[in-house]
Every structure is written in C-alpha cells, then in structure tokens.
C-alpha cells in the first residue's frame, strides 16, 4: 500500500471503491463491503450502500435510559451522545455501547451560532471525529448555556491546523488581538 492521498505522511488504509484512490483510515467511510473517500461523488455510493441510513430512528440509551432521536448525520456517523448522562454512544453495535469520554477533548464553548456552525462544517469537511453538546439549548436559553464541542483526542492536532486562522467572534465582534 502506498501513502494517503489526503494526508503524504500517513500510510494508506484501503482504497475508495468509488475512485480507487488509496486512503488511510480517517480518510475513510466502511460500507457494507466496500470503503469510501469523503469526495461528494463517492459519498453519494456510499449512502446508497450504507445501511445505518435506512436504519433506527431513534436508540436508548445503554446508560441512562433515554430515547434519543437520531439525525440523518448522526446515523451516518453510527455515533451520538446522550444530552442526559453526557455519554458518547456508538450504536452500530447491538447492543449499542457506550464510549470513553476520556478519548475527547473540549476545543470550543461558545454562545455564537454562526461560530459554532462554521466550525462544525471545518471539522466535516476535515474528517473530524467530533460530538457536541448543549447545541439545542441556544434556541431555548442564548444566553446561559454555552454549546460546546468536543473533538477526538488522536486528531486534535488536524484540529489545530484546520482551526489556526479561524477568527472566532464573540457577538459578531472579533476577539483578535490586532
């Protein structure tokens, strides 16, 4: 196997079955028999073959207890977190299990939407494996619950490649020190 296509440094895991590029694990997305590239065309193969789409709507909570309603990104993931007992559940096992918080760490708390929007877009479009949590308070309380999110703790420094020129704004204000 060669190196990643994505990243020189690292050595390839499998190839993308959708355009036979070579890719190291993060880079890639287990189907049922094939692997996948993040590339939109690929991706697109990918669903159609991906099981965890057409799969639960909703899961309980292995620690806690409690229903959780599962969105279409989620399900693709095959991971959540419980807003109750703040536990990280993968659930493309069954039973579903939990997994160690330990393994993430809190790289943002913020009250800007916008913000918190973007950078969750950087982190998809990098591969990032990332939860939040408290993002559905915005809309209830603004102003008193802070969402934060939490990033795998073997990729924080893509992390901090990805995020080093992010301006992150404070009530549209900048908090950069020029």
């Known amino acids: 196997m060669n190196n990643c296509f994505n990243h020189p440094g690292k050595k390839a895991f499998s ?3 959708g355009c036979g590029k070579e890719f190291c ?3 890639l997305d287990e189907g049922i028999e094939y692997y996948y590239c993040k590339n939109a065309e690929c991706q697109k193969i990918f669903r159609i073959e991906l099981p965890l789409i057409e799969g639960p709507e909703n899961i309980i ?18 991971k959540t977190h419980c807003p109750e007992c703040k536990s990280v559940i ?3 096992v069954n039973p579903p299990k939990i997994l ?40 209830v309380r ?20 990805l995020l080093k ?4 704004k404070i009530f549209g204000i900048s908090n950069r020190q020029y």
């Open 25 to 27: 694990e993060s880079c």
């Open 90 to 92: 993968d659930f493309t």
């Open 142 to 161: 603004p102003l008193l619950e802070p969402m934060k999110i939490l990033v795998n703790d073997n990729q924080l420094s893509e992390v901090k490649e």
């Open 61 to 78: 909570c292995p620690n806690c207890d409690f229903e959780l309603d599962l969105s279409d990104n989620e399900k693709i993931k095959g």
């Open 15 to 17: 190839i993308c079955h």
């Open 165 to 168: 020129d992010f301006d992150l």
């Open 100 to 139: 160690e918080r330990e393994n993430y760490t809190e790289i943002l708390s913020s009250l800007n939407q916008g913000d918190i929007a973007l950078i969750k877009s950087i982190l998809e479009d990098g591969n990032i494996d990332y939860f939040t949590l408290g993002e559905n308070f915005l809309g």
